[in-house]
T-cell receptor
């Protein structure tokens, strides 16, 4: 069965520092990959998605993610973190059907002044 | 503006009571979903529906029920059989992709607590 792992439960970075959030998936074929962000008490907002083609995907709010098939990873990156980026981030893996989407447990990002 | 509206934002349930969470979308999406979110566990699928008058159980359907009488609406009932209902409930919708998995759009959630 497909699954997604976010190894880091909580990450703290200083404002202006670079950020990388890890995501590993388990699936026999190339999955559809997503990153979502959730602010406290809110729903999830799509940051970016990977379906096929260029393995480096650009998203909103200055985020990007790179699909690495050999490592079964889809890590999220941002060159310079802003205080407003503090939130919880979820990686998700999808199959052919919308109902077969699996979410990671999330990584909570804290941004230090 | 198109989007998904969940109501109420906060809901309290008494012992033995059924409660219904509302989810309405004006995105003209065919598929709708209900997730339960608990701290440290990510999102778990309760029910989903791809077409009016049809829905399927997700991973944790026990103690929950849904209906899909209209394309725009997908209410979730938390029944008294759900012994641990305290959680954050998220509704989502998406278009149905025949050759790719489409992103899901989420509402702002309903937080359910036990009195």
């Amino acid at each position: 069965a497909q699954s997604v792992t976010q190894p880091d439960i909580h990450i703290t970075v200083s404002e202006g520092a670079s950020l990388e959030l890890r995501c590993n998936y388990s699936y026999g074929a190339t999955p559809y990959l997503f990153w979502y962000v959730q602010s406290p008490g809110q729903g999830l907002q799509l940051l970016l998605k990977y379906f096929s083609g260029d393995t480096l995907v650009q998203g909103i709010k200055g985020f990007e993610a790179e699909f690495k098939r050999s490592q079964s990873s889809f890590n999220l990156r941002k060159p310079s973190v802003h205080w407003s980026d503090a939130a919880e981030y979820f990686c998700a893996v999808g199959l052919y059907n919308n109902n077969d989407m699996r979410f990671g447990a999330g990584t909570r990002l804290t941004v230090k002044p | 503006d198109g989007g998904i509206t969940q109501s109420p934002k906060y809901l309290f349930r008494k012992e033995g009571q059924n409660v219904t969470l509302s989810c309405e979308q004006n995105l003209n999406h065919d598929a709708m979903y209900w997730y339960r979110q608990d701290p440290g566990q990510g999102l778990r699928l309760i029910y989903y529906s791809q077409i009016v008058n049809d829905f399927q159980k997700g991973d944790i359907a026990e103690g929950y029920s849904v209906s899909r009488e209209k394309k725009e609406s997908f209410p979730l009932t938390v029944t008294s059989a759900q012994k641990n209902p305290t959680a954050f409930y998220l509704c989502a919708s998406s278009i149905l992709g025949h050759d790719s998995n489409q992103p899901q759009h989420f509402g702002d959630g309903t937080r359910l607590s036990i009195l």
